[in-house]
């Protein structure tokens, strides 16, 4: 008899069954090898070790495995990981179940779809499909499971730049100028397709293992002569910490000055480790995005140079007329800043300390019932130091080709005639055994 856990990997459809036979092998030698030194046995647990070790699942699916969870799928898509929450709903890392490709995908909580949310991701899907660019997170595709919506990006290896800080601390600013300046050119061929972001801070800007800066995260922005009919039109759209003063006071005007603003916030967070306005709430911080002056940023880094400061200072002008007026003169100016020679980061990725959420899309058909364990279990570790565990069969059949939602429970219960013949031996025996002793007590007795 399999356990749930082994159920529950049969139901996902991660393993095939080549890798199920080659993994339940391997399962029997461990645990005959553990026997032999007496050490305890736990089934479910050396088979989830030799399915990570065969990389026949993830560490993520292996949790939500032993969870119970058995829906890994969108579409062609398999999930394989968390990545994060965006500005639109959670982001999954997945791979295209036929091409093998990694991507993201981002995907629209069911109980976040209403009419406005449906067309603002439906509006991200629309922006992205137009952009092509290195310095920008490309759109692969878009789909819909049931009632889940999703959006699928290029899957970019490495961490957003408010990660990078705060791993490392402050950047220098020839690292930053760097990040900052692929970050412009990505914004520059956004502007000039039309699109204005308007959400651009620290978080939206991913820094690969290779140096490349990307932005992401466009399900906040809005193409600026669509803006009107945007139903996010005259709301504050934006970061509190990373907003610019026109976002705030006049949101159907703004323009490719308002994202300048934002990346100058951003570059000052990557030289010092910290937002211009930190603290407050959101009113404060917006008010001093309007009226305050942030400190200098040589007081959190010295190694700044006045005249690179200078540059975060006139992408900072409140004036959006006083301000650098377009990312490609942003880009310009920090050129001069960047040296080839310094790598831009580390970019090792750790879980974070927070429980990831399952799968999108689970229902009552992706769980599998609780099992009874059958009075009757003979597992592989039957001696004195097992943990009690039901057994596998080395010489089981392939899995089953079980559909994406199991339609039927795995049968655990005994059928109805064999509790008939149960019961009916029960009744019969007892009565039978009883007449028997005392009429061979009787025999005895004559004799």
């Known amino acids: 008899m399999t356990s749930n856990f082994q159920n529950t990997v049969l139901a996902s459809g991660l393993v095939t069954p080549q890798q199920w036979e080659y993994c339940l092998r391997l399962l029997k030698h461990q645990i005959l090898s553990a026997q032999s030194k007496g050490e305890l046995v736990d089934e479910d647990k050396i088979l989830r070790s030799i399915l990570l070790d065969q990389r026949a699942i993830t560490e993520y699916q292996a949790f939500q495995l032993a969870d119970g969870k058995t829906k890994f799928r969108l579409g062609p898509y398999v999930i394989t990981d968390f990545i994060g929450q965006g ?9 295209h179940e036929v091409m093998g490709r990694e991507c993201a995908v981002k995907v629209l909580p069911l109980h976040r779809v209403t009419d406005e949310t449906l067309a603002g991701f439906k509006r991200e899907i629309r922006m992205q499909a137009k952009l092509d660019c290195p310095y920008l997170v490309r759109a ?11 959006l699928v990006t290029e899957y970019v290896a490495g961490m957003d730049l408010r990660k990078l800080v705060k791993t490392r601390g402050p950047l220098s600013q020839e690292v930053a100028a760097g990040i900052i300046m692929q970050a412009a050119l990505g914004l520059a061929y956004a502007h000039d397709e039309g699109l204005i972001h308007r959400d651009v801070k620290p978080a939206n800007i991913l820094v690969t293992p290779e140096s490349i800066a990307k932005v992401s995260d466009v399900g906040l922005a809005g193409f600026a002569a669509d803006l009107v009919d945007d139903p996010r039109a005259g709301k504050i759209v934006g970061t509190p910490d990373f907003i610019s003063p026109e976002q705030y006071t006049t949101p159907l005007q703004v323009n490719a000055a308002s994202d300048v603003y934002s990346l100058g916030c951003t570059l000052y967070y990557a030289v010092t480790g910290k937002a211009p306005f930190p603290g407050g709430d959101t009113t404060s911080k917006i008010r001093r995005h309007l009226e305050a002056t942030p400190l200098h940023p040589r007081n959190f880094n010295p190694e700044l140079s006045e005249e690179f400061v200078d540059i975060i200072a006139e992408m900072m002008e409140k004036d959006p007329r006083k301000r650098i007026q377009t990312m490609a003169e942003v880009a310009a100016r920090l050129e001069v800043w960047v040296t080839p020679d310094v790598p831009i980061a580390q970019t090792t990725i750790t879980r974070g300390p927070w429980l990831a959420p399952p799968p999108p899309m689970l229902d009552a058909g992706s769980r599998l019932p609780p099992m009874e364990e059958s009075p009757q279990d003979t597992s592989f570790a039957s001696g004195t130091n097992s943990i009690n565990r039901p057994q596998t069969s ?3 059949p392939p899995p089953p080709q079980l559909p994406f939602e199991p339609s039927h429970k795995l049968e655990t219960q005994p059928s109805s005639k064999a509790m008939i013949i149960g019961m009916t031996i029960a009744l019969v025996l007892p009565p039978t055994l009883v007449i028997g002793m005392i009429l061979g007590y009787l025999i005895a007795v004559q004799f």
Do not use: E, T, W
């Open 140 to 150: 692969h595709d878009a789909g819909q499971d049931g009632s889940v919506h999703y």
């Open 87 to 95: 500005g639109m709903g959670q982001v999954f890392k997945a791979v």
């Open 394 to 396: 080395l010489n089981a």
